[in-house]
Each structure stands twice: as structure tokens, then as C-alpha cells.
């Protein structure tokens, strides 16, 4: 018989409550019905140690630096691209040549102005060799171009699909000072974690494993704006304390699924508090599973097809996720229907016959107490879920002859030991959808992307043929020919399975209904705030 959902979530750690800071008061303005000024208090249930969204893209970065430092574009209440840094933009017919006109009378934090050499200095030196993601989307990117201060003409080797760029540039366009990186070693920059940006707010303090403060930029380009005085971000690793801490007003937001599962199913009916997918739209995500192919048995497709198999998808889902979400079809969700390929389904339901088989065929049959072999499992734990998963894939994975060991890190060094000194054997944890498959899905299966990379292919795989549909994607001007492609490349993925997207889910805010403007647009976590304010509680 079957555990029951409440004898799985039994499985969860229980996490005691903590002691944080006390309320904070708010000063009333006389913009209407606004309320300016007050300290909005955002809760982080993890620590990258690295604020410059240039250089990692993580929205564990962009909740913080996102209101300090700017990108080019944005997503609009809709989910159009509108601009930020830029004011417009136009690409020549070939689509090799692509311009930006950039906004006057913006001044970063430090006095100096912008211009058009900074994002000349971001997309060569930045974007195109150092930040995840990033590297494989400008890999044909040339040179940047700068006629005059407030111009950047983009020039590729093959074709780049505006709309493409223009998605992808909202996670992947921030820009930090020229004056301050260039000539430097940037990854050990100071400005890494004191960042100085064009933003709504100026960074004052991070304390590492506590808190980052920012505050109200007085000399904002958006005239009257920001209504808050200051933002603080608290880590809270506890997520039940966190929970503690929003029912008692010591934090008024936390985004992406940062409280407990359990917790933002019974704050969803409490009349205090909003929980809510909206404002997290652009960001779909899976829970996923990457194999090192450098260990001989994961570099076998049957071995992978086989864990494939031990894994009953539905049953996690609806015993450790409350029902949320359901399996992933395969690296693209069903929510991009620009691009999702629903003709191609994933081939390996939860059948512990077909793994048994597939692992005597592939020669590793069971050895002295049933063990075939054992694996050392990684979770980067950005959510409640990674380890629970990490236990589920155990428990799933003995049955078969597969003994796992779980490795527990925290999230810096997880990220270290999988993509870094790639000393894993699976790990798991969780990939970001970000409306086009080529910002930043395609570079998970794409050989190429500098060793260290976070979230790319890190795992000692390679396929000529997804390398090469991959690039033909996305230089692909045709809309109609594009999704062609991906449905031919979702269906290469799944047959190779060379990483597993397990699930398809959407993200969760839990919010004080003190919290005005927010969850306003479909990147609102990852938004700059600049309209965000605290009604008198």
C-alpha cells in the first residue's frame, strides 16, 4: 500500500520558528491614495554571495539586485518587452544588425553618466564570455557598435531574431558601470557584492548570511519614483521561521516558493496575506535531474532511460507538491505555446519492469545485497522540494538496485561541486523557462559553455545534432520554422535524455496584503519595484 500525502510530507524536516526584526514604521504620503516612503522587508531563503546579475543570472540574484542595477528591457503587464536602459530598438532584414537607442539623463549611482560604452563593455566583455546563459545566446555577437552616447548597434555573424534578443535580454541585458569593471579582474571585482547601478535604489550594506539594505535613489530617472525609502532582504534559511516572520509582520513578501509547501496552502485562506502565481508568468520552472555522463554507468542511455522508469512522477507531484504542477513533457513547458511541441510526448513512464530490464541489458545486474551500483546525488537546494526530491529519487531508485547517497551542501557549494569541479554523479534541483528556449533552456544541452558556468551543460555530454539544431534555432527569423525546429529538438532530447526535466511547474508568491503594486507584472520577483509601496498596517 501506498503512503498517503500526509505520511509523505511527514518525510519534510520540521523547522522551528526564529526571532527577526521587529515592524517598521511607515511615513504617509500625499500622492493620493499611495503611501510613500516606509522599508519594505523581502525574505531569501538562500545566499548566492554575488550581486551582479551581469555575471550570474540566478534569480536569487535578480530579487535583490534587480531595484539596484538596470537591465535594457523589461516585460510590461502583458508580457511585451518595454524599455528600461533602452527607449527603442530596430533590426536590419538579415537580422545580423540589430540598434539600440538608449535613455538620456541617467546617471549611475556613483555620479557618472551612462552611455553607450557601458553596454558596449557589458556585451563583449560580460555577457558574451562570463555570464551563464548568456555566453551561448552571443556567441555569434561581433562587436558592438557605439555611433554616439546614446546608441549600440549589435553586430552578429548569424542572424539573431529580435524577439528572441528582446526576451532575452531582460534576464540576460543588466548592466553595471564601464568605469568600475573594465581592466579588472571581474570576477573578484568589489562591485560584485556592493553593486552601483542606474536603479530605483542604491545599495548601503550586505552582511553576509543576514541581510542586504538598499535605499531610495534620490536621483532616479523615473521622475517621483520609488515610493519606498528602503528595501531590506533577510536570509532566512528556516523557511518556517520565515513563514513566522510574514504572519508577524517582521517580512512583507516572499517570492519564489520560498516559504513551505504546507505553509502557502494555509496562508493561500488566511484574509492577511496574498499567495499567487502572478507576477512569476515569465518564469516557468522544472524540478530536474542531471546525470554526469563521466560516470561509466550514466554515460549508457539505457542506465538513464532505466531511473527514468523507477521514478513515479504523478505520485510525487501529488504527495510532496500538493498537486502542484504535473510531469514536463520534455525541456519545454506547455505554457510556451509560442514554442512548445505538443505532438512529441516524454516516452518513459513510471514502469519498474522496463528499468529492471533496461539495467540487466545494459550488463549491471544486481550484485551482493541487490546493489547494482551507487550513485552520489547533489541537490542545489533552491527550494523545500530539491531535497525531498533528492529522497524520493532514493527510495525510488533502491527498489531497481540503485543505491543513492545524497551529498547536502549549501547552495554555493552545491553549485562548486556540480558545475565547477564537476564532482557529482546526479544532481537535482531546479530549471528556470524564460519565454524562448534559446535564453535559458538550449544552453543546458548545448556542449560549449565555460567550465563554472551555473545551470548549463556541465555534464561531460555532447551530441552533434542538438548542438547543431540548436544554432539553427535560434537563428532561425521564421517563427513557424523555429518551433519546426524545436519540436525536432525536443524530440532528440527525449530520446537521449541527456539531463531529465521531471516536472512543470509555476512559481508561488506569499505576500502581505499590505503590499501595493505588487505581483503587477509577469517578472515581478525579479522587477525593479520602482512602483511598489506599503499601505499603513
Same mark, same amino acid.
Given at each position: 500500500m501506498k503512503p498517503t500525502r500526509r505520511d509523505a510530507?511527514?518525510?519534510?524536516?520540521?523547522? %522551528? =520558528?526564529?526571532?527577526?526584526?521587529?515592524?517598521?514604521?511607515?511615513? !504617509?504620503?500625499a500622492a493620493g491614495d499611495v503611501t510613500r516612503g516606509g522599508v519594505l522587508t523581502a525574505h531569501l531563503a538562500g545566499e548566492q554571495r554575488i550581486l551582479n546579475p551581469a555575471l550570474r543570472a /540566478?534569480?536569487?540574484? &535578480? $530579487? $535583490?539586485? /534587480?531595484?539596484?542595477? +538596470?537591465? @535594457?528591457? #523589461? @516585460?510590461? =503587464?502583458?508580457?511585451?518587452?518595454?524599455?528600461?536602459?533602452?527607449?527603442?530598438?530596430?533590426?536590419?532584414?538579415?537580422?545580423?544588425?540589430?540598434?539600440?537607442?538608449?535613455? +538620456? *539623463?541617467?546617471?549611475?549611482? #556613483?555620479?557618472k553618466p551612462f552611455t553607450s560604452a557601458d553596454v558596449q563593455y557589458n556585451a563583449m566583455e560580460l555577457w558574451k564570455t562570463q555570464l551563464n546563459y548568456s555566453t551561448q545566446l552571443q556567441q555569434y555577437l561581433t562587436a558592438v557598435d557605439t555611433p554616439d552616447e546614446r546608441t549600440a548597434v549589435f553586430r552578429y555573424s548569424q542572424p539573431m531574431p529580435l524577439d528572441l534578443l528582446l526576451r532575452a535580454l531582460c534576464d540576460l541585458g543588466y548592466v553595471v558601470p564601464k568605469h568600475l569593471f573594465a581592466g579588472t579582474n571581474v570576477l573578484e571585482n568589489p562591485a560584485n557584492t556592493a553593486p552601483v547601478g542606474t536603479g530605483p535604489f542604491r545599495f548601503v550594506q550586505y552582511e553576509r548570511g543576514q541581510y542586504v539594505i538598499a535605499e531610495r535613489n534620490p536621483d532616479y530617472w523615473r521622475q517621483g519614483f520609488p515610493y519606498l525609502d528602503r528595501i531590506v532582504w533577510r536570509f532566512i534559511n528556516d523557511r518556517s521561521a520565515a513563514s513566522a516572520a510574514l504572519e508577524s509582520g517582521q517580512i512583507q513578501v516572499? %517570492?519564489?516558493n520560498g516559504l513551505p509547501m504546507a505553509d502557502l496552502d494555509r496562508l493561500a485562506k488566511d484574509d492577511r496575506f496574498t499567495v499567487t502565481t502572478r507576477g512569476t508568468e515569465a518564469n516557468a520552472f522544472n524540478n530536474t535531474l542531471e546525470f554526469n555522463h563521466r560516470r561509466k554507468e550514466l554515460s549508457d542511455v539505457r542506465v538513464r532511460r532505466a531511473i527514468a522508469h523507477a521514478i513515479d512522477v504523478p505520485f510525487f507531484i501529488e504527495n510532496f507538491l500538493y498537486g502542484q504542477g504535473h510531469p514536463a513533457n520534455g525541456p519545454i513547458p506547455s505554457s510556451s505555446t509560442s514554442f512548445y511541441p505538443a505532438d512529441v510526448k516524454f516516452p518513459y513512464a513510471f514502469d519498474r519492469k522496463k528499468a529492471e530490464a533496461l539495467l540487466d541489458e545494459a550488463g549491471y545486474r544486481r550484485g551482493a545485497g541487490g546493489v547494482r551500483f551507487t550513485l552520489r546525488l547533489v541537490p542545489i537546494q533552491n527550494g523545500e522540494d530539491v531535497p525531498l526530491l533528492a529522497t524520493y529519487i532514493q527510495q525510488s531508485l533502491q527498489p531497481v538496485g540503485i543505491r543513492v547517497e545524497i551529498v547536502? @551542501?549549501?547552495?554555493? *557549494?552545491?553549485?562548486? =561541486?556540480? &558545475?565547477? #569541479?564537476?564532482?557529482?554523479?546526479?544532481?537535482?534541483?531546479?530549471? !528556470? &523557462?524564460r519565454g524562448d528556449p534559446a535564453v535559458s533552456t538550449t544552453v543546458w544541452y548545448r556542449s560549449g559553455s565555460p567550465k563554472g558556468a551555473?545551470?548549463?551543460? !556541465?555534464?561531460?555530454?555532447?551530441? +552533434?545534432? $542538438?548542438? +547543431? @539544431?540548436?544554432? !539553427?534555432?535560434?537563428?532561425?527569423?521564421?517563427p513557424a520554422k523555429r518551433k519546426a525546429l524545436y519540436a525536432e529538438w525536443t524530440k532528440e532530447i527525449n530520446e537521449a535524455l541527456p539531463i531529465w526535466m521531471i516536472t512543470e511547474r509555476e512559481f508561488q508568491t506569499a505576500a502581505s496584503k499590505r503590499v501595493r503594486n505588487g505581483m503587477n507584472y509577469p517578472r515581478w520577483g525579479s522587477g525593479d519595484w520602482h512602483d511598489t509601496w506599503l499601505a499603513a498596517g
Open positions: 510530507l511527514l518525510l519534510a524536516p520540521a523547522l %522551528a =520558528a526564529g526571532t527577526l526584526l521587529g515592524r517598521r514604521a511607515l511615513a !504617509q504620503g /540566478s534569480t536569487g540574484v &535578480y $530579487i $535583490i539586485t /534587480s531595484k539596484m542595477i +538596470e537591465s @535594457l528591457v #523589461d @516585460l510590461d =503587464a502583458g508580457g511585451k518587452p518595454v524599455g528600461v536602459l533602452a527607449t527603442g530598438w530596430e533590426a536590419a532584414p538579415d537580422g545580423k544588425t540589430i540598434t539600440f537607442r538608449l535613455r +538620456e *539623463g541617467v546617471k549611475w549611482h #556613483d555620479g516572499s %517570492a519564489y547536502n @551542501l549549501d547552495i554555493a *557549494g552545491a553549485l562548486a =561541486a556540480v &558545475y565547477r #569541479d564537476w564532482n557529482f554523479d546526479m544532481a537535482t534541483g531546479w530549471h !528556470q &523557462y551555473p545551470w548549463t551543460n !556541465q555534464w561531460g555530454w555532447k551530441s +552533434e545534432k $542538438i548542438d +547543431e @539544431l540548436t544554432d !539553427q534555432a535560434a537563428a532561425e527569423l521564421d
